[in-house]
């Protein structure tokens, strides 16, 4: 809406008129945005990994960022049971600070695994606490996960421990237009340790193709997943099969 003065001003011999308009001043554009993300899967795929033993998943976050670059979210998925001692529902917080650095932009933070109502058994707690360190650069970007406490409860309650776990994720993203998005995934996942709690090696590498498209605000996505050792982890059902299978994951999402 415009508020128009008129000024008048008048002399013996001529009178004149003048009008203008002022618009009221912009809103300031708010220093921070929220918002959330939805997702179906077919599968719950970590580092390679299934988490709910090749059944569907159901995923969902909030996230919170400041034009400063500050920002913090909440991201949460339903996990097979008996892999996470008893629990059922996986939630992450995690926290950092993105900015940029000459043709870099990074981002540094750290991430809190929760896992509500595990410890069956008296086994102990999964949670799992990493820093993670992060650069990307025009379709490349590279992340370097440092885990502070045991990897995911493996040591917990025995001699030595898996402490100091870390995990390499290399990946390039390529628009291709018209909402098409073609990416690739290299990571590497070290476990300190590992041999000692039952881990058939200390390391393992995950691999994942990826295609998205982005349909009137829904993101459609086909991944093929695959790893260098599918027994590395298992499913964690009962009779545990080999839970890092080469398979196609496909989801559907949105942000809002």
Partial sequence: MKTVHLAVAAFSL???????????????????????????????????????AYKPSLQGGIDFSHTSGFYLGNWNSNVEQSLYRGASLEMDFYGGYKFSAGPLNVDVGGIYYLYPSDDTGGLGKVDHAELYLGAGWSLFSAKLYYGLTNFFGLGDGAPGNTKGNYYVDLAATYDLGGGWTVSGHYGYQYVKNGTDFGLQDDDVSDYKLAVTKDLSGWLLGAALVATSDKDFFTTGVSAPKAGGKTRLVLSVGKTF
């Fill in 14 to 52: 001529a009178t004149s008129a003048t009008a203008w308009s002022q618009a009221p001043a912009p809103a300031a554009a708010s220093a921070h945005t929220l918002s959330g993300n939805l997702t179906l899967a077919s599968d719950y795929r970590f580092r390679g990994f299934t988490q709910t």
